[in-house]
């Protein structure tokens, strides 16, 4: 079993929709967590970073973390064709830091 | 700022040829590391350097090496390519020099290799 798990997608909704992302773990050290965006042929890009349990917004971005179900959520809102790319969750374990595969997100107009 | 960048952008190489990929940031940072991406597999970590001089080992070392030239340069090797080292293999950097680094990783454009 993987520590971080992640679907792939891909998801495909129409513009102007609420697209949840979520990951799963298994490893309750997990302290920090992150979302990382990846757009086609370019290296990825911190998004989102949230310590411990909680909601963080940020603009059309709100990051949710649940320690207690060790699942972690990223919601868009408005969503928007500049949107469409692979979004990876990552998280913290002492000195390493373990990416999630990746949802690839595609918004159509 | 440039940022982190990598070279080449792209590369074919041949069952057994060596190579290395270089990279550098322009942003002061202390850390720097190699990932590789696979399908299915997500950002792995090959190697890092939590500063100038030091190099340790990540989650899948075997078959690379590398070397941590001055503060902004870290470059990474392939001794004798093999075909499942074909990837895309991304450089990052961060401000911090500690072993718990929580700090936020940049990463470069990529290099995307394929050995045959």
């Known amino acids: 079993q993987k520590e971080v798990e992640q679907d792939p997608g891909p998801l495909s909704v129409p513009e102007g929709a609420i697209v949840s992302l979520n990951c799963t773990y298994s490893?309750?050290?997990?302290?920090?967590f992150m979302w990382y965006r990846q757009y086609s042929r370019k290296g990825p890009e911190l998004l989102m970073y949230?310590?411990?349990?909680g909601n963080k917004e940020d603009g059309r971005f709100t990051a949710q973390v649940d320690k207690s179900s060790k699942y972690i959520s990223l919601f868009i809102r408005d969503s928007q064709p500049s949107d469409s790319a692979t979004y990876l969750c990552?998280?913290?374990?002492?000195?390493?830091?373990?990416f999630g595969t990746g949802t690839r997100l595609q918004v159509f107009p | 700022n440039a940022g982190v960048t990598q070279t080449p952008k792209f590369q074919v190489l041949k069952t057994g040829q060596s190579m290395t990929l270089q990279c550098a940031q322009d942003?002061?940072?202390?850390?720097m590391y190699w990932y590789r991406q696979d399908p299915g597999m997500g950002l792995r970590l090959i190697y890092y350097?939590?500063?100038?001089?030091?190099?340790d080992k990540g989650e899948v070392p075997n078959g690379y090496n590398v070397s941590r030239l001055n503060k902004r340069e870290f470059s990474l090797r392939l001794e004798s390519a093999a075909p499942s080292q074909t990837s895309v293999y991304f450089c990052?950097?961060?401000?911090?020099?500690?072993?718990?680094?929580?700090?936020?990783?940049?990463f470069g454009p990529g290099t995307r290799l394929t050995v045959l």
């Open positions: 990052a950097s961060s401000e911090g020099s500690t072993s718990l680094n929580t700090d936020t990783q940049y």
């Open positions: 490893n309750s050290a997990f302290q920090y």
């Open positions: 949230t310590y411990s349990s």
């Open positions: 990552a998280m913290i374990d002492t000195d390493k830091l373990i």
């Open positions: 942003m002061n940072h202390n850390s």
């Open positions: 350097s939590a500063s100038e001089g030091t190099t």
